[in-house]
T-cell receptor
Framework: KNEVEQSPQNLTAQEGEFITINCSYS?????LHWLQQHPGGGIVSLFMLSSGKKKHGRLIATINIQEKHSSLHITASHPRDSAVYICAVLQGAQKLVFGQGTRLTINP | EPEVTQTPSHQVTQMGQEVILRCVPISNHLYFYWYRQILGQKVEFLVS????????KSEIFDDRFSVERPDGSNFTLKIRSTKLEDSAMYFCASSAQGAMRYEQFFGPGTRLTVL
């Protein structure tokens, strides 16, 4: 069983739709990262959170420590949001354990 | 804005050869990491490094792998006797000290192809 599970694996939506990507984990964590990976392969950190909720522009990330669950929301989605979104949990202070990623495609 | 850089962006080598992947972490960061991503698979932890020594390593990081901080700015991953299965994207990351060490910043990656 994977320690970090994301759903859905693939998501296609129309421009403007509200997007939700879910992440569940089964291990104790120090923090949780949401990352974005574009087709070229580079990884960009979107959020790091250990409790509650964070917002940056049209992106919102929430985490429920008791339920071991986090969500990433995108409001007013745009084709440029198309990418792979990755949930990764920090075990201890140093080791990130990654989910398999959610491939998001936003059609105009 | 400070960023992690990696060179080369793409490295092609013959099986059995040695490769060195280079990273320049963010200048005031003290924790350094290597991760890899085989094509189509998830990102995997390789090793973490602090105070000039390995803090933690995964099963992937066998005795063919080594890391070094040869000077005040570079952080390198060396792979000896490369195998076909070493072909992957390798990401370097770094983090600051104190509470900020939980947030890791990633480089753009080096794509290693072993022929």
């Amino acid at each position: 069983k994977n320690e970090v599970e994301q759903s859905p694996q693939n998501l296609t939506a129309q421009e403007g739709e509200f997007i939700t990507i879910n992440c569940s984990y089964s291990v104790g964590i120090s923090a949780l990262h949401w990352l974005q990976q574009h087709p070229g392969g580079g990884i960009v950190s979107l959020f790091m959170l250990s409790s509650g909720k964070k917002k940056h522009g049209r992106l919102i990330a929430t985490i429920n420590i008791q339920e071991k669950h986090s969500s990433l929301h995108i409001t007013a989605s745009h084709p440029r949001d198309s990418a792979v979104y990755i949930c990764a949990v920090l075990q201890g202070a140093q080791k990130l354990v990654f989910g398999q990623g959610t491939r998001l495609t936003i059609n105009p | 804005e400070p960023e992690v850089t990696q060179t080369p962006s793409h490295q092609v080598t013959q099986m059995g050869q040695e490769v060195i992947l280079r990273c320049v972490p963010i200048s005031n960061h003290l924790y350094f990491y290597w991760y890899r991503q085989i094509l189509g698979q998830k990102v995997e932890f390789l090793v973490s490094f602090y105070n000039n020594e390995i803090s933690e390593k995964s099963e992937i990081f066998d005795d063919r792998f080594s890391v070094e901080r040869p000077d005040g700015s570079n952080f390198t991953l060396k792979i000896r006797s490369t195998k076909l299965e070493d072909s992957a994207m390798y990401f370097c990351a770094s983090s600051a000290q104190g509470a900020m060490r939980y947030e890791q910043f990633f480089g753009p990656g080096t794509r290693l192809t072993v022929l």
